[in-house]
């Protein structure tokens, strides 16, 4: 048997971007595939992290989360994104259901000093490949989403961050009382990235 | 090993002589004694008793069986002594051999003693490095002890300042928040209320809009009928112009033919003509006066309407300004009202104000998020401490278990050493015992010896004197290695008590620790409750701002778009305003005189109006009536509107000569053009056959009105 010997990958900055970046993108659509936000004749599969994941074809949705990940790039090159959060609300009535909150501690000496940090790929994506399972399941435990429903993104920046064209400020679109599940969490050493999500508390689970 | 000696048979003999030595009649024979009893004793003894019995005589024979017997018994006696000095030789022998086989046993418990000495030496220098690492250990663990507790110390007034300053932050950030929340619920309210007032004023000026759209349509299609009016009131005088023209040519051509009629009969007819003539000039002068009267009627008529137009136009502008004034006036009243809010947000400003002052170290609003930045870096700064101070009481933990595993450690030493002590004190306890049952048998062999080897002879003497000499020395070494075994059991007795001193030590840093795990697990839940926060999404806004993608799949474009409009609008409107502010100053002066002025001109049109209205109805009415009498037509006007939009006017002629009341002429007057309509009395076959004649072919209606009253006059005056 031959020696395994861990192997160790050089990450940037840029690069840690790059990975978180694309993580939320494909997080947002396995969430937007599994809460049912828009039909599943919709999606296409793809293989990513050693996973088989759906990716929108909407033109209109493709192009939004596109633009999204490049401006979220941005931000996390520059050390200015704290969280980032996927809202899902009721079409009718605008009420907050869901919110699936992603946590972001950036390692600050990097953003100041270009310091680099070793770690394997591989470890990475099997971490990253934990939370899309985890993402997938959640069906089991939350809420039935039975009315249309939209979604929206809010970025939790730096007070002194410029806010670019298409951004405009926002509250906070927060739920009273959530329920909230904490996921497993990702770190590429420079970026460290935990998921909670909360949701609603269901009139069926208040009632027990 | 045991050596057995026959100390029962001596005894026996001891306490057999010591009996027949102090009994005084004993009849035993000296020979059972086995004891060579002296001549003068043995005499006594029994001589004593049977004294008395015994002659002269007798004395000597008894004396000679006597010395026979003594002889006897001392053969007896020497045999004896001799096999049990062959005995004690053999005993002393076995004793020999037993002293060479306890000296054996010596050498071996000597060896052993050294052996044992030398496993006390190692025993007592383990001990002395137990001792010392004990010694070490406890002085290394009470400064650890000293240090963690003066850790424990610091730390824990360290927890004390942080809670008090925690929970004196905790309390103001609750505050804080609470101010913070109110605020955002009144910001909100305020930003609610604004925009329902911008609502509210988006729909007002859609109002606004629409009023001033269809008051404009009004104003329109108002004009658009005076025009008409005024148009039909021209093409009207036009008409009557005509009908003037056309009275004066047809009143020239009377005046012709009667000039030739009075030409043809004048010789006859002079006389009688002049009156009439004179009185046709007369009513002709009449009539041409009437006619400038009814032109200069006309002609105020047209004033009339002009001046009425301009009391309209008047009108609408006084309309226009009460409903701007009307506008102004409600605006004012938003203003009030908008004054009042202003009022009130200023109160609840100073309100704030004051809250602000309250609050120490902060002097305006802005200061409120630096502050609660502040108090949350503290509060973290809190949380970091408190994350270290669970990390050093964790190497606390670490450092007690280590010291409770070395304290175990140096226990079971400890143990092993005293079971050691005590097997070597067990040991020399039975070598102490072998040692005394060795010098008790030594003493009863000296005893022995002394007795029997008087005869022997002392060959072993100076063995034995070496043998004692060596057993005092190991005595002494028994009695050496003793004292040092109290020495190490005082030793390990003061070791114990330190012991339970640290024991008691560690039970209460124990409790000490647990208070702190029970803090630290009360920490953590504060810590997992900061993290349930932090998943709910609050944020600190000093910090952290949140901003939202426009979303190009939704209307929000369309909504930007409409709000930029409104905002546009809503520039215009307060434009507006302002300029009717502006107005309104420039005519709050002017314009009650101006309305008083416009008022009675009003007045004083409407009662010219009415009054060139009564004068034109009169001259109108005599008019008709000339008309009537001169041309034998009652004339009715109709204006009428056709469906495609064009006005005509429609003339119902009824002859005075007519025989009933549904005998009339209908004519349209459309663009300059009289044209005849048919009814049931011009359908007939005579008046049908004379519109074709006249109408028709001449193209002339005067003459077929003419024709008619002729025939209607002749109908009359025949019938």
């Not at chain 2, 004294?51 to 004396?63: E, N, Y």
Request: with cysteine; net charge negative; proline share 2%.
């Amino acid at each position: 048997m031959a020696s395994r010997t861990i192997s160790k990958d050089i990450i940037t900055l840029r690069g840690s971007a790059a990975i978180v970046s694309e993580f939320f993108g494909y997080a947002a659509n396995s969430i937007l595939y599994n809460r049912g936000i828009y039909p599943e004749e919709s999606f296409s599969k793809v293989k990513k992290y050693g996973l088989t994941l759906l990716l929108t074809q909407d033109d209109g949705v493709k192009s939004f989360i596109t633009g999204l990940t490049s401006q979220l790039s941005e931000w996390l090159e520059a050390g200015k994104l704290q969280r980032v959060v996927l809202v899902i609300m009721s079409k009718a009535t605008s009420e907050v259901l869901e919110r699936w909150n992603f946590n972001i501690e950036t390692d600050a000496e990097v953003v100041e000093k270009g310091v680099i940090k070793e770690k394997s790929d591989k470890e990475i994506m099997r971490e990253i490949q934990a939370i899309m399972r985890q993402i997938a399941s959640c069906i089991t435990y939350l809420p039935c989403l039975d009315e249309a429903c939209v979604f929206d993104v809010l970025a939790y920046t730096d007070k002194d961050t410029t806010v670019p064209m298409a951004w405009v400020e926002s509250d906070a679109k927060l739920i009273n009382n959530p329920q909230m599940v904490k996921l497993h969490s990702f770190d590429t050493k420079i970026h460290k990235v935990d998921t909670i999500v909360s949701y609603k508390n269901d009139e069926w689970e208040d009632e027990e | 090993m045991q050596f057995l000696t026959p100390p029962s048979r001596k005894r026996r003999t001891e306490a057999d002589a010591d009996t027949s030595a102090g009994t005084s009649g004993a009849v035993a024979s000296p020979v059972s004694d086995r004891r060579i009893v002296l001549y003068e004793q043995h005499e006594a003894v029994p001589f004593q008793v049977p004294r008395a019995s015994f002659g002269p005589s007798d004395q000597l024979v008894c004396t000679y069986h006597c010395r026979q017997m003594v002889k006897s018994e001392f053969f007896v006696a020497l045999d004896k002594a001799e096999k049990e000095n062959a005995e004690y030789t053999a005993r002393l022998a076995a004793l020999n051999e037993q002293l060479y086989k306890i000296e054996e046993e010596r050498e071996k418990y000597r060896d052993e003693a050294s052996f044992l000495q030398q496993e006390l030496a190692a025993s007592k220098a383990r001990e002395n490095s137990l001792q010392e690492r004990l010694l070490k250990e406890v002085d290394n663990s009470e400064e650890r002890y000293r240090d963690q507790l003066r850790r424990i110390s610091e730390l824990e007034f360290e927890i004390k300042k942080e809670m008090d300053s925690r929970v004196a932050a905790e309390q103001f950030t609750e505050t804080l928040k609470e101010t913070v929340r109110e605020l955002q619920t009144k910001l909100e309210s305020l930003s609610d209320s604004s925009e329902r007032e911008i609502n509210s004023l988006k729909r007002e000026l859609s109002y606004v809009q629409d009023e001033s759209r269809f008051s404009s349509s009004k104003v329109t299609a108002e004009l658009e009928r005076t025009r008409l009016r005024a148009e039909s009131a021209e093409e009207e005088a036009e008409l009557l112009k005509e009908q003037l023209i056309g009275l004066k040519e047809q009143l020239d051509e009377c005046l012709t033919q009667k000039g030739e009629i009075e030409h043809h009969p004048s010789s006859s007819n002079v006389s009688s003509s002049n009156a009439p003539s004179d009185d046709d000039k007369k009513m002709i002068k009449l009539l041409q006066e009437e006619l400038h009267n009814y032109e200069k009627e006309v002609q105020e008529a047209r004033k009339l309407k002009s001046s009425q137009l301009n009391s309209e136009l008047l009108k609408e502008k006084l309309l226009e300004e009460q409903s701007r004034r009307e506008r102004v006036e409600l605006e004012l009243s938003k203003l009030h009202e908008f004054q009042v809010k202003a009022q009130k947000l200023e109160l609840e400003l100073t309100s704030w104000k004051s809250l602000l002052n309250d609050i120490p170290d902060i002097v305006s609003y802005s200061d409120i998020p630096k502050k609660f930045a502040e108090l949350q870096k503290e509060a973290l700064e809190n949380m970091a401490k408190l994350g270290e101070i669970t990390a050093q009481l964790k190497e606390i933990k670490v450092a007690m278990e280590y010291a409770d595993l070395s304290k175990q450690r140096a226990e079971t030493e400890c143990m092993l050493a005293k079971e050691k002590v005590e097997s070597s004190s067990l040991e020399v306890k039975r070598l102490q015992l072998m040692l005394a049952s060795v010098t008790e048998e030594r003493d009863r062999l000296r005893k022995d010896s002394s007795a029997s080897n008087k005869d022997a002879g002392p060959p072993d003497d100076s063995r034995v004197k070496e043998l004692e000499a060596a057993l005092n020395e190991k005595e002494q070494m028994m009695k050496e290695m003793d004292s040092s075994l109290q020495e190490h059991r005082e030793i390990i007795a003061h070791q114990h008590a330190e012991l339970k001193l640290f024991n008691d030590r560690l039970t209460d840093e124990s409790k000490k620790v647990k208070s702190l795990e029970r803090e630290s697990d009360r920490l953590r839940h504060e810590v997992a409750l900061l993290e349930s926060k932090l998943g709910h999404g609050d944020y600190s806004s000093s910090n952290t701002k949140v901003l939202r993608m426009v979303n190009t799949l939704a209307v929000e474009n369309e909504a930007k778009q409409t709000i930029e409009a409104l905002q546009a609008e809503l520039k215009r409107t307060t434009e507006r305003l302002q300029a009717v502010e502006e107005l309104k100053g420039q005519f709050d002066a002017a314009l009650p005189e101006k309305l008083v002025q416009l008022k009675n001109q009003i007045a004083v049109l409407e009662k010219r109006e009415e009054r060139y209205k009564a004068v034109f109805a009169e001259k109108i009415s005599v008019f008709r009536k000339a008309c009537c009498s001169l041309f034998g037509y009652k004339i009715v006007m109709d204006d009428q509107k056709r469906p495609n939009g064009i006005p005509v006017t429609r003339f119902t002629l009824q002859s005075i000569y007519a025989q009933s009341d549904d005998e009339k002429l209908d004519f349209e007057y459309e663009s300059g053009s009289m044209n005849i309509v048919m009814n049931d009395y011009t359908s007939q076959t005579d008046i049908a056959h004379q519109i074709e004649i006249f109408i028709r072919k001449m193209n002339s209606i005067p003459a077929f009105t003419a024709n008619l009253t002729v025939e209607c006059f002749n109908r009359r005056t025949l019938c």
